[in-house]
């Protein structure tokens, strides 16, 4: 997975409770990508993404999209991507 990247992703906004995670992950395996979403407890969601670049910029892309032509749930109010290498134990994307 060397040509994979991992992008660390923080959502702001109304993204808890509301279904956020769930249709990250929907979203985040139509793209081929492995990693988690999870609540932070300050109220942001922390994504993990990996796979091809290309695909892991549509995610952060689909995330920010503003307004959501994805039928996205919530409210965002802003999102900051960290960029990573990919890590080789990584496998599936799920909710935490």
């Known amino acids: 997975m060397a040509e994979h990247e991992r992008a660390l992703i923080f959502v ?11 249709w990250t992950r929907a979203r985040a395996l139509e793209l081929g990508l492995v990693g988690h979403a999870r609540n932070l407890p300050d109220g942001r969601v922390e994504v993990s993404a990996q796979g091809p670049r290309a695909a ?4 952060v892309a689909l995330l920010d999209e503003q307004p959501s032509m994805r039928s996205r749930p919530g409210h965002v109010a802003g999102v900051t ?12 994307f799920v909710e935490r």
């Open 12 to 22: 702001r906004g109304r993204v808890q409770g509301v279904g956020f995670r769930w």
């Open 81 to 92: 991507v960290q960029w990573h290498p990919g890590r080789e134990d990584t496998t599936g």
């Open 56 to 59: 892991v910029e549509q995610l």
